[in-house]
């Protein structure tokens, strides 16, 4: 079974920020999760980039927390989220510049 895929859009961060980004899955009133993996310029990155635990609210789910170590900058880093809803597979992706020191783009 194919998955439908949504891109939630891209975010400018810096070496050493960390996050808790929250997808809402607005279509849902409930959802189950799957998982979280990120990617650093294509490549699975396993567990190194994430720490913590995710929580589910209703139709939103706060992945674990994303740290953006030093010497990351000029990496594209990319979290992906996968819920099941409605009997269906979903997946959900931020897409992260990782800026490196003194940049502004």
Known sequence: ????????GEQTVRET????PAIV??????????GHEVYVNGSSAGGTYLSGST????????APLI????????LTVVLESRATANSQ???AAIVYRVLKPGASR
């Open 89 to 91: 597979a979903w997946s």
């Open 55 to 62: 929580t589910i609210v209703g139709n939103t789910v706060t």
């Open 25 to 34: 899955w607005e279509d849902f009133g409930t959802l189950t999760t799957r």
């Open 1 to 8: 079974m194919s998955e439908a895929f949504v891109l939630e």
């Open 17 to 20: 920020d960390s996050r808790n």
């Open 67 to 74: 740290t953006f170590p030093a010497g990351s900058g000029g």
